[in-house]
């Protein structure tokens, strides 16, 4: 199994990026896809989830609004679009797949992690 996400980069605050994650080797519409961070010296947090359907969406508090995530099951990716982009966000994204439709903002039920592409938000 392989998850690939990229799309990250530098922008300056109040700008936008769109991450991607690409999927192989498993049957990508039976996961849960989620999108986590972590930022220097911080533990690794949950950012947002859909569920296999796109039915469900899940955010943090502090992203609701400014975050959009969807996917495309027939292309095996999942996106994050991240708008009016703090110097907060600044962090290392990681997209990971859970079989489940539940305990979907644990890292821990996440059974495939992709490598991670950074984003770095300067004020």
């Known amino acids: 199994v392989q998850l690939q996400a990229f799309g990250g980069g530098l922008v300056q605050a109040g700008g936008s990026l769109r991450l991607s994650c690409g999927a192989s080797?498993?049957?990508?519409?039976?996961?849960?896809m989620g999108w986590f961070r972590q930022a220097p010296g911080k533990e690794r947090e949950f950012v947002s989830a859909?569920?296999?359907?796109?039915?469900?969406?899940y955010y943090v508090d502090s992203e609701k609004g400014r975050f959009t995530i969807s996917r495309d099951n027939a292309k095996n990716t999942v996106y994050l679009q991240m708008n009016s982009l703090k110097p907060e966000d600044t962090a290392v994204y990681y997209c990971?797949?859970?079989?489940?439709?539940?305990?979907?903002?644990?890292?821990?039920?996440?059974?495939?992690w992709g490598q991670g592409t950074l984003v770095t938000v300067s004020s």
């Open positions: 990971a797949a859970n079989p489940r439709n539940s305990q979907v903002t644990r890292n821990y039920f996440y059974t495939y």
């Open positions: 080797g498993l049957t990508f519409g039976s996961y849960t």
């Open positions: 859909i569920i296999w359907s796109g039915g469900s969406t």
